[in-house]
């Protein structure tokens, strides 16, 4: 299958500060890619779709200005978490799904997020 | 937000036991996804179906598509340790750009 990538796999940070994620698809092109969360023990929530290009859809209770979102290339997104909080520490997936009308997403390996 | 029905939410099994576990919506799907979340890892793709009835098979998965479209189940034969994980069933709403909207997820406990 396609293969996503994202990085970091684990970050800790300090209360305040930002976090960058990157989800890249490293062998096909995604004009979307999309950012989930992740409690324990619970399903994947999807917090925005990332379209290439142009800004990044959120989903409702999801803070724009709090997740930052950029598609800037065909295989990359970034998801910035800003002004970090402890509330804020997750699990984060990305996915991407290639080519026109293929429905099957592809997730990065996830990236557990602790802010102390 | 919206999720597909799926169950059940967690089985303890024996080793070398079948287990099957299905999902089920109130409104049609034209696509039925099946993924394996390990601890600490993205879900990873296990078999995904397209046409109502469709039945397809990944080593000792297989999965089918309802003929009303509302349903799909995955069944594991002769399981094994490496099993163990959670098991999520997804699909695109009619009206998505690959949008999915997922079940709750089966968690899978193989008994020493």
């Known amino acids: 299958g396609a293969v996503v990538s994202q990085h970091p796999s684990r970050v800790i940070c300090k209360s305040g500060t930002s976090v960058k994620i990157e989800c890249r698809s490293l062998?096909?092109?995604?004009?979307?890619m999309f950012w989930y969360r992740q409690f324990p023990k619970k399903s994947l929530m999807l917090m925005a779709t990332?379209?290439?290009?142009?800004?990044?859809?959120?989903e409702q209770g999801v803070e724009k200005d709090k997740f930052l979102i950029n598609h800037a290339s065909l295989t990359l997104s970034t998801l910035t978490v800003t002004s970090a909080h402890p509330e804020d520490s997750s699990f984060y997936i990305c996915?991407?799904?290639?080519?026109?009308?293929?429905?099957?997403?592809?997730f990065g390996q996830g990236t557990r997020l602790t802010v102390v | 937000g919206q999720q597909l029905n799926q169950s059940p939410q967690s089985m303890f099994i024996q080793e070398g036991e079948d287990v099957s576990m299905n999902c089920t919506s109130s409104?049609?799907?034209?696509?039925w996804l099946w993924y394996k979340q390990d601890p600490g890892e993205g879900p990873v793709l296990l078999i995904a179906?397209?046409?109502a009835g469709e039945l397809t098979s990944n080593g000792r998965l297989t999965a089918q598509f309802g003929i009303t479209r509302k349903d799909s189940f995955l069944n594991i034969s002769a399981s094994i340790p490496s099993d163990v994980g959670i098991y999520f069933c997804?699909?695109?709403?009619?009206?998505?750009?690959?949008?999915?909207?997922w079940g709750a997820g089966t968690k899978l406990i193989i008994k020493p």
């Open positions: 996915s991407a799904s290639p080519g026109v009308g293929n429905t099957e997403a592809f």
């Open positions: 179906l397209y046409k």
């Open positions: 997804a699909g695109p709403p009619m009206d998505s750009n690959y949008q999915l909207i």
């Open positions: 990332s379209n290439e290009g142009s800004k990044a859809t959120y």
């Open positions: 062998d096909f092109q995604a004009t979307t």
């Open positions: 409104s049609i799907f034209n696509t």
